[in-house]
């Protein structure tokens, strides 16, 4: 079999890599005229990967990119760390840097990355700095950084990805993050958030970085645009995709990127062999997706409490009065107030969407009409996707 089309779990960039042709260009130009940018939308939209791929045109332009993700940062030392290890090692202004970082009384080693680049070390062991000791040093480094910058005279840019990461790692760190940028006059600063409440905290009336980014939604790739361009990449890659398979499979793979492209290789993957594949042949994909899971679904179902399974039932089956007293009593949910509190628990976990209307993720949505309704018959013969009649 040649290798798939379309690549998912990870961060995507050039051919795979579709559209998103707007939101490219702003985050390319805020990384190239020491923007202030932030990124908001849902997790396995995208935001990564316009990040990686903006970061390539900015770097093709001479730009110097800073690139951390804090999403499995534990504490403020960790995001010193990353920092200092995303210094590009062949950066002319490196050796620069370092010695002023060395100024600060760090200590730096070198190490070898994944691929046996060379990178910068924090020797310090881990907990050495302190909270506050991290609190003064992450001021300084970017200060310093800053510093380099301005002599540089080309564009250097720092991107922190799940940057909200911060404020929950350390109450206090997102008014730092505001210092930092505020007496910064030549870094660019682009981040992108996905925890979409407290980013919204954050950069609120009231949040501490109020007004300090210039916001940039990311939301669903356009639906044609994805739809041709996923029957394209089938029909170049050995698989007679007929006319309306895109489109079907970004019905059924539902608003998030992320779980799009995962169909459409599941598609594509049927579709080795084969004579033609088409729209007809996306319902099965989607079952073979669900069976694939299965297992992680099931455990998450036992953990949960009856009134968030009846909810999850409730919506799967396409309910969208959830308080009403005939849907409490046919998917026999509490009451109306626990009802709104148990949606709001869902929707923190991340199982809803951002709005609470919606299960986040279309092939559980399947699995539960599948396998988890009261009666464990199968609701899914005839479906249509959700959102649809
Ligand atoms: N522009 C795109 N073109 C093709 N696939 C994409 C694109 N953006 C996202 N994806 C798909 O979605 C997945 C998640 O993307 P990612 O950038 O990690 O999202 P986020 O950072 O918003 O969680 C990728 O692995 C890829 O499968
Ligand atoms: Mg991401």
């Known amino acids: 079999m040649s290798s798939s089309p379309f690549r998912?779990?990870?961060?995507?960039?050039?051919?795979?890599?579709t559209d998103r042709a707007?939101?490219?260009?702003?985050?390319?130009?805020?990384?190239?005229?020491?923007?202030?940018?932030?990124?908001?939308?849902?997790?396995?939209?995208?935001?990564?990967?316009?990040?990686r791929q903006a970061?390539?045109?900015?770097?093709?332009?001479?730009?110097?990119?800073?690139?951390?993700?804090?999403w499995t940062a534990t504490r403020l030392e960790e995001v010193l760390r990353r920092i200092i290890a995303a210094v590009p090692w062949g950066w002319s202004w490196r050796e620069r840097l370092q010695g002023l970082w060395l100024g600060l009384g760090l200590r730096l080693g070198i190490q070898s990355d994944a691929r046996g680049q060379p990178t910068l070390r924090l020797e310090a062991s881990p907990g050495e700095l302190g909270s506050?000791?991290?609190?003064?040093?992450?001021?300084?480094?970017?200060?310093?950084?800053?510093?380099?910058?301005?002599e540089a005279e080309t564009p250097v840019a720092v991107v922190l990805d799940e940057f909200q990461r911060l404020e929950e790692m350390e109450e206090g760190a997102a008014a730092l993050l505001r210092s930092v940028i505020q007496e910064s006059h030549h870094l660019a600063f682009v981040c992108a958030g996905s925890t979409v409440s407290l980013v919204d905290e954050l950069t609120g009336p009231r949040g501490p970085l109020h007004g300090i980014f210039q916001e940039l939604s990311v939301g669903p790739i356009d639906p044609p645009l994805l739809a041709a361009w996923i029957e394209d990449r089938m029909k170049t890659s050995g698989v007679a995709a007929t006319e309306g398979t895109g489109a079907a499979v970004v019905r059924w793979g539902g608003p998030r990127t992320e779980?799009?492209?995962?169909?459409?290789?599941?598609?594509?993957?049927?579709?080795?062999?084969?004579?033609?594949t088409g729209p007809g042949d996306v319902p099965g994909a989607?079952?073979?997706l669900v069976m694939d899971r299965r297992a992680g679904y099931q455990r998450l179902w036992v953990e949960l409490a009856d009134s968030h399974r009846g909810v999850l039932r409730a919506m799967a089956s396409g309910e969208t009065q959830l308080?009403?007293?005939?849907?409490?009593?046919?998917?026999?949910?509490?009451?109306?107030?626990?009802?709104?509190?148990a949606v709001d628990r869902l929707r923190d976990r991340g199982l809803l969407d951002a709005a609470g209307?919606?299960?986040?993720?279309?092939?559980?949505r399947q699995w539960i009409l599948l396998d988890a309704m009261p009666d464990g018959l199968d609701r899914t013969e005839g479906l249509a996707p959700d959102g649809e009649v």
């Open 8 to 17: 998912t779990g990870e961060i995507v960039s050039d051919e795979h890599f």
């Open 132 to 150: 506050e000791g991290a609190r003064e040093v992450f001021l300084q480094l970017l200060a310093r950084l800053d510093a380099v910058a301005g």
């Open 323 to 341: 308080t009403a007293r005939d849907t409490i009593r046919r998917f026999d949910l509490p009451t109306p107030a626990a009802v709104v509190k």
């Open 55 to 70: 970061g390539l045109h900015a770097r093709a332009r001479d730009a110097t990119l800073v690139s951390v993700d804090l």
């Open 22 to 51: 707007d939101e490219v260009a702003t985050v390319r130009r805020a990384m190239l005229s020491s923007g202030r940018l932030l990124l908001v939308g849902e997790r396995r939209q995208g935001k990564s990967s316009i990040l």
């Open 259 to 276: 779980d799009v492209l995962r169909l459409a290789r599941e598609v594509w993957e049927g579709g080795v062999g084969e004579e033609a």
């Open 286 to 288: 989607v079952r073979r």
């Open 357 to 364: 209307s919606a299960i986040a993720d279309p092939f559980l």
